[in-house]
């Protein structure tokens, strides 16, 4: 992967291209399993013409590789807030999508993001939801506890899709340098200069972080939030915040 665009077919002078609507910005490591389908759907859920950057921080995979097909891929340190504002940095839509490799746009999210601007908002995010469906009452509770949080203390994390029009983004100071809790500190920061809007389509964000323990998985997360609302730092805090392992990533 290299430190600039790759993209595939001839390249045209920069100022033949137009400037996309929508840039979506993905986060990955070693993403192989996933990057691929979530970048089709995104650009089926936005148009041909949406920009897709991947950012990735290290990829042994072939993560890289399936980037370049989509669109730009671009490298960065292994920290998600480095990864999304070098993603950002590159950017050149009018409306920036942060996604998680293992999360997918709903169809309709063009015509979504289009309406909610146009009224307004200057950020926002998606619903959660699981993906596949979810059936058992456990993962119902969680989807209905993060929507529920959503609505009302007006925050979000990554899996809903965070996103902000150019000019919210700059004004906010952007993501910063965060390896953990980067989409919390980001969106107070651009509620400060924006209004941030919930849509009501969800974003579908795979169930495998939950099906290594769906219970130790959901206190984990919610006793490293208390903690970096309390002020913890959050590079300490991403000691705890370790990723799946390979047979709880898988999909069942």
């Avoid at 992967?1 to 002078?13: A, V």
């Avoid at 307004?120 to 456990?138: E, K, N, Q």
């Avoid at 989409?183 to 400060?192: Q, S």
Wanted: one cysteine or more.
């Amino acid at each position: 992967m290299t430190g600039g665009p790759e993209r595939g077919g001839e390249e045209s002078h920069p100022r033949d291209r137009a400037v996309p609507e929508f840039s979506v910005i993905v986060p990955t490591l070693d993403e192989e399993s996933r990057l691929d389908e979530t970048l089709r759907r995104a650009r089926a859920a936005l148009g041909p013409e949406s920009e897709l950057i991947v950012v990735d921080g290290g990829s042994r995979d072939r993560t890289a590789e399936i980037a370049a097909l989509h669109g730009a891929a671009l490298a960065a340190a292994r920290c998600r807030g480095t990864q999304l504002a070098t993603g950002a940095r590159a950017a050149t839509g009018q409306i920036l999508i942060f996604l998680h490799a293992d999360t997918w746009l709903p169809e309709g999210s063009g015509d979504a993001l289009r309406a909610a601007v146009r009224a307004g908002a200057g950020a926002g995010c998606f619903r959660f939801a699981v993906h596949p469906p979810a059936r058992g009452l456990r993962y119902r509770l969680l989807e209905w506890g993060v929507n529920w949080r959503t609505q009302c203390f007006n925050t979000a994390t990554g899996d809903q899709a965070i996103f902000a029009s150019r000019g919210a983004y700059d004004a906010s100071g952007g993501f910063g340098d965060l390896p953990l809790f980067e989409d919390v500190a980001f969106v107070r920061a651009v509620r400060r200069v924006a209004r941030f809007e919930k849509l009501p389509l969800a974003a579908l964000t795979s169930r495998r972080r939950w099906e290594g323990g769906f219970l130790r998985t959901v206190l984990k997360h919610w006793a490293l939030r208390v903690a970096y609302s309390a002020g913890a730092d959050p590079s300490r805090l991403s000691r705890y915040h370790a990723r799946p392992t390979p047979r709880a990533a898988r999909d069942r």
